[in-house]
Every structure is written in structure tokens, then in C-alpha cells.
């Protein structure tokens, strides 16, 4: 089964309906795509009146890929807001409790940044990581090159795979050791996921002194024929995994929807159980 989505529903005008009100985006995405990511979890440790309003605006089946808080990952920069690293995991897995309740928790998506590296003192913060993790459906995306290294690329689907790890997958520019190659590879037998950064090499990197860096790093609108090959890549994950869930990243120009709602047409791709569409959502599409 592959499962389509996007990082977000809060930025996606192709997707809203003129009659909704700025509040309904997520009842709007919802009528389009079976899963999201939740990008606001990785910002703050979200309450739980804001994860139960989001699961009442949303269909039984419908799925959220959690994005792991940023003092988990390491992004964090300063005194991090709790009394102990603890108290951090403890409140944000207290957070995922409604979810797992729901069942509609996909997994949690732990995204460590470009500078975590392939060495043994990261290894075991992943080892913890997942430790206090444990009750919970873990996805791991690495940002630095090393990971992937011919002489440890094995290795690290080996421990991924026998640490019960899904395998983020990711199509995004070849930069320099801040990026990963597409290893589509699942790790894990019930699920493996597929992130779709854009490839705009031009802006991956950070230069440093660009204050408008973040807001063309996912430009980028794959054409047709790479969404093809993004289907043959999908293919491959089947046969490896019982679910492949994609998410399309690709925003930073708006158009990571589109991209999306291509994609599914090109694998015919057609969900049960969505929210009620509004007659004027993809008009002409």
C-alpha cells in the first residue's frame, strides 16, 4: 500500500477551498490525502487540546507522521525549556498518547541535522533515542553523508534493521556531505518512508550570511517524468515493505500539492475514507 502526503497542511493553497475558512485547512487536505507530517511537534511539544483538535478535523483512517521534537534531535540551540532531558522525552511521549489512542499515529519521525555524523558516540544517543522511544513506531532520516559511506552504509541499514528503525528514504539534492544518496532500501518489513525534498542543489546548502536561505531550499517542481522514476522508486519499497508512505516536501514555491496530486494520478492511485470534498478543490484537474 503506498500512502501519499505532504510536510504540513498549513501552507498548501491548491488544496483549499474558496468557501473554507482559514482555520478548515487541515478538514480541506484531508479530502485530498490520507497522512500528513507534523511539523509543529518538532518546534514545540504540542498539548494535547491541539493534537486532539487536529485528529477531530480529520477522518477515522486518517494518519499523522510525527515529526520528533527538535531538543530530541539535537537542532535545539540554547538551554533547552525543561528541567531534565527526561522530562523532554517524558512530556512529548505523554503528547503522542492521543494518537496511539486514535490510531493514528503513523510513526515518529526522528530527522537528526547535517552535522550528526556516522561515529560511535551518535550511535548510542540513537540507541537511547529509541530506548525512550520504544512504545512507539521510530522512522530515522539522516542529513550527513557518512551514514552512507561505502564503508559504513551496511552497517548502518544493518543496525537500522535490527534495531527496528524505518528507513527514511530521501530524494534531494547531491550536495556535499550535507545531503544523503537515495539508498531505497526498507528496514523495517511494515513500513518504510519516502521523503521528496525537491532537487534544487543551487539552494540546498546554507551560505552562511542569507537570511532567506530556508525559503528556497525546497524550490523545486519535479516533472514528469522524474515523478516516474519516483513511482519505479515506490515499487521497489513495496516489494520490501507492507506500507510506503511518501511525503512531498517540495514547497518552498508551493509546489509540493501538485506534485502530489500528479503522482497519484500517474500510480493510480485513489484513498478510501476522506474528508468530504468541496466541488471547487483542483478544478479542472
Given at each position: 500500500m503506498i500512502h501519499v502526503g505532504l510536510?504540513?497542511?498549513?501552507?498548501?493553497?491548491?488544496?483549499?477551498?474558496?468557501?473554507?475558512?482559514?482555520?478548515?485547512?487541515?478538514?480541506?487536505y484531508s479530502a485530498y490525502f490520507p497522512v500528513v507530517e507534523l511539523d509543529a511537534a518538532f518546534y514545540a511539544i504540542q498539548p494535547e487540546r491541539n493534537i486532539v483538535k487536529w485528529m477531530k478535523e480529520t477522518p477515522d483512517t486518517f494518519q499523522f507522521i510525527v515529526k520528533a521534537y527538535q531538543g530530541i534531535t539535537g537542532h535545539h540551540r540554547g538551554e533547552l525549556p525543561f528541567e531534565s532531558t527526561n522530562e523532554m522525552f517524558s512530556l512529548f511521549r505523554e503528547s503522542l498518547k492521543p494518537?496511539?489512542?486514535?490510531?493514528?499515529?503513523?510513526?515518529?519521525?526522528?530527522?537528526?541535522?547535517?552535522?550528526?555524523?556516522?561515529?560511535?558516540e551518535n550511535i548510542t544517543y540513537i540507541s537511547e533515542v529509541k530506548e525512550q522511544l520504544k512504545d512507539f513506531p521510530l522512522a530515522i532520516e539522516f542529513r550527513h553523508q557518512s551514514w552512507y559511506y561505502p564503508e559504513y552504509k551496511e552497517k548502518t541499514l544493518e543496525y537500522l534493521k535490527n534495531n527496528d528503525w524505518i528507513h527514511s528514504v530521501?530524494?534531494?539534492p547531491q550536495a556535499g556531505e550535507g545531503s544523503i544518496p537515495l539508498v531505497p532500501i526498507s528496514t523495517n518489513e511494515n513500513?518504510?518512508?519516502?521523503r521528496l525534498h525537491g532537487r534544487n542543489i543551487h539552494g540546498w546548502r546554507n551560505p552562511g550570511n542569507d537570511q532567506k536561505?530556508?525559503?528556497?531550499?525546497?524550490?523545486?517542481?519535479?516533472?514528469?517524468?522524474?515523478?516516474?522514476?519516483?513511482?519505479?522508486?515506490?515499487k521497489t519499497l513495496e516489494r520490501q515493505a507492507e506500507n510506503v508512505t511518501i511525503l512531498f516536501n517540495n514547497n518552498s514555491g508551493g509546489h509540493a500539492a501538485k506534485n502530489a496530486k500528479q503522482f497519484m494520478r500517474l500510480c493510480n492511485l485513489e484513498y478510501k475514507g476522506?474528508?468530504?470534498?468541496?466541488?471547487?478543490?483542483f478544478e479542472g484537474e
Open positions: 510536510t504540513g497542511w498549513g501552507d498548501h493553497p491548491d488544496v483549499y477551498s474558496t468557501f473554507s475558512k482559514s482555520n478548515e485547512k487541515l478538514v480541506d494518537l496511539i489512542q486514535a490510531g493514528k499515529l503513523s510513526m515518529v519521525l526522528v530527522q537528526f541535522p547535517p552535522w550528526f555524523d556516522c561515529k560511535r530521501c530524494d534531494e513500513h518504510v518512508l519516502l536561505w530556508r525559503e528556497v531550499r525546497y524550490l523545486y517542481d519535479y516533472n514528469t517524468a522524474e515523478l516516474n522514476e519516483i513511482a519505479n522508486i515506490a476522506l474528508s468530504p470534498k468541496q466541488l471547487d478543490f
